[in-house]
């Protein structure tokens, strides 16, 4: 794949990606007040109207930093509470909460039946935790759309969390054998005998897989050898990391990230309000930056990569029916998903290449009709693989069985708040973030249709398809 793909055309700038053609929708005065007047709509297939009323999450951390003394319950805890207390809806109202997790703290498995209880949801409310690598807070929702469509429940929580502050390291699997043998072992002489097998090496941690357990290669060297597939260069994935950060900074700075619910440190008067990976550079200094996986040649730095964070997020998911029963305002009707899974050595980070297509036909629209994109930033290269593969037809050819190339989204309307690159990116909580900041953009930028999609460990992805609610606010 590698050596066919160069046959793409190359993506020199990010000008070169930019339309101008944007179509958004339009809003009318009546009577001296602004009103919502959608241009088509897509076609409920549930019989529910399922809507998106809100969501939140704590502040993205830098793993290390000022959570590193926490577990993953807190986080998950905080979030669950700041959603309760921002969408003032009755504890007792929800039906079922689904939270996403990767990479799991053994004491919390289920974090979110844990974190519910501690967040003073009911007892009588059950709970489940998915894992999807990074789109498991996708799989939360989505799965949650799921159980109202088939009638089982009316109100559902969904969210995620990750705390790469402290992830679980375990004793090799020969210190584990040889504990369990000497919990068996019951005389002096078996004991004795046993203590003769022990060895230095068995001493040695085992750390969690930070590589795909199919290929045993780091994502990270995935990233860079999709990019050089592409010919990506070094010079578009810095400037598309510095895109980022800036977008991610300004948003701040305007004041639009208002899904942010600050975290009090306890005993302390540090109190988090704001995410603390986004950082404006310049082209200059990230330049100096050396490969972090394939050296001395790659083309993936610290600088141009999403980095280990700490967060959580979680969001709530209803009928339309049920949300004026409750007095609720939703923000988006969820419309349409799909997941989509390729080859995880040449096609891991793809996901949204294949997702995108597939989501748009299924919802009945076109490219075009999109007015927000929020797509997850693995590495600058993943990203800018994607657009390049989208503007291929030998690619959609050879490789998605497409007649013709899908389109490239217009970077005017692409993560203008910036994204994981910036923002972080813990595992779990993602999903939520892109749906949350699609529904305060879309209300914000006066448009109708977002789409969100995510790459995913495993050479699996996600596409959805959200609208904007009349009744919509960015707050």
């Not at 207390?85 to 689904?98: M, R, S, W």
Request: charged fraction near 20%; include cysteine; hydrophobic fraction near 40%.
């Amino acid at each position: 794949m590698a050596v066919h793909l160069t046959k793409n055309n190359r993506i020199r700038n990010l000008a070169s990606l930019t339309f101008h053609n944007s179509i958004w929708c339009r809003s009318i005065s009546v009577g001296g007040s602004i009103l919502y007047a959608p241009r088509k709509t897509v076609k409920d297939k549930t019989g529910k109207n399922i809507v998106f009323v809100d969501g939140v999450r704590t502040p993205f951390l830098l793993s290390g930093t000022d959570y590193s003394k926490f577990m993953a319950y807190d986080l998950a805890k905080h979030s669950l509470a700041g959603l309760l207390k921002k969408t003032g809806v009755p504890k007792e109202a929800i039906d079922y909460i689904i939270y996403g997790s990767v990479i799991q703290e053994v004491k919390t498995s289920n974090i979110a039946r844990e974190a519910a209880l501690s967040a003073g949801f009911s007892e009588f409310t059950p709970a489940h935790t998915v894992t999807m690598a990074c789109i498991s807070s996708n799989q939360a929702i989505t799965t949650g759309i799921g159980l109202i469509a088939a009638g089982a429940y009316d109100v559902i929580v969904a969210g995620g969390v990750e705390f790469m502050s402290d992830v679980p390291i375990r004793l090799n699997r020969k210190m584990r054998s040889f504990l369990l043998k000497a919990n068996k072992a019951k005389s002096v002489p078996e004991k004795l005998k046993l203590l003769s097998t022990l060895r230095p090496n068995f001493l040695v941690p085992e750390l969690p897989a930070v590589s795909e357990f199919s290929s045993n290669e780091t994502m990270g060297h995935s990233a860079d050898r999709l990019a050089a597939a592409f010919k990506i260069s070094r010079q578009a994935q810095d400037e598309y990391a510095l895109r980022s950060h800036t977008f991610a900074q300004k948003a701040f700075e305007n004041g639009y990230l208002t899904d942010i619910i600050p975290f009090k440190i306890p005993a302390s008067n540090n109190v988090i309000k704001r995410d603390n990976g986004i950082r404006v550079s310049s082209l200059d200094k990230i330049a100096k930056l050396k490969p972090a996986f394939v050296k001395p040649h790659g083309t993936i730095t610290a600088a141009n990569a999403s980095f280990l964070t700490d967060g959580a997020s979680a969001c709530l998911i209803t009928t339309e029916e049920k949300a004026k029963q409750l007095g609720l305002k939703p923000k988006l009707y969820l419309r349409d998903f799909i997941y989509v899974s390729q080859d995880p050595k040449d096609q891991l980070l793809l996901g949204p290449t294949y997702a995108t297509p597939k989501v748009l036909e299924k919802a009945g629209l076109q490219l075009q009709d999109i007015d927000v994109w929020e797509v997850h930033e693995a590495f600058s290269g993943q990203i800018l693989a994607n657009l390049a593969a989208m503007d291929s037809d030998w690619f959609a050819q050879n490789y998605m069985g497409r007649q013709k190339k899908v389109g490239v989204p217009d970077l005017n309307k692409f993560n203008l708040w910036g994204g994981s690159l910036s923002i972080g990116h813990p595992f779990g909580a993602t999903g939520v973030r892109l749906t949350t900041h699609a529904a305060h953009r879309l209300v914000r930028e006066d448009g109708q249709f977002a789409l969100i999609a995510a790459c995913a460990a495993g050479g699996q992805g996600v596409g959805m398809i959200v609208e904007r609610h009349p009744d919509a606010k960015a707050t």
